[in-house]
């Protein structure tokens, strides 16, 4: 029985030790577990946070449109969808009083069909169709001068993102500065399926 014991001994001696945990490199806040990818998917479609200018030169900072519904549009004075100001203001009238805003960009980045200066859009605009949703100073909406709002926008996931397409692209913005819905330049402003988003969208809270 002792030799046995003796052996026992012998062979717990002569195992290997347990293997050690791996050292883990500069412990400590920074061991946190790692934010998933889609944690942070939304944080780029928050796109109020630019200062930008009226069409007067008043600066003015985009983040106190949060709260509302928001309508992101690039516009053009001499483009064949330039009527659409007529319908974009009418909206604005109809919903503004529950919490919806049009922003107005314009831009001449297509056929030149932008070629005012801030004066002159201003003038066209309140003259022509009696705008009174905020128009700011003319941007360029895409390619590398891009203002960074709409280089935002571009960067934006599928099928949200990307360049506009031509004057009068629509993006919809909910009420916490999220870009949440898409519409192309031909879609008009009061169509059916633009209506029914903003509607949705004001209903929330």
Known sequence: MIAAMLTLVVSMLGAPAPAAAPAVANAGPADAKPTPAHADASADAHVLKYEMKRLDGTPEKLEKYRGKVVMIVN????CGLTPQYKALEAMYREYKDRGFVILGFPANNFAGQ????NKEIAAFC????DVTFPMFE????KGEDAHPLYKQLAALP??????????FTKFLVNR???VVARFEPKTRPESKKVRAKIEA????E
């Open 75 to 78: 516009t053009a004075s001499k």
């Open 138 to 141: 003319k941007i360029s909406v």
């Open 201 to 204: 969208l004001l209903e929330e």
């Open 126 to 129: 309140t003259g022509k169709y």
């Open 176 to 178: 916490d500065g999220e």
């Open 158 to 167: 599928a099928p949200l993102g990307g360049e506009p397409r031509w004057n």
């Open 114 to 117: 932008e070629p005012g200066t």
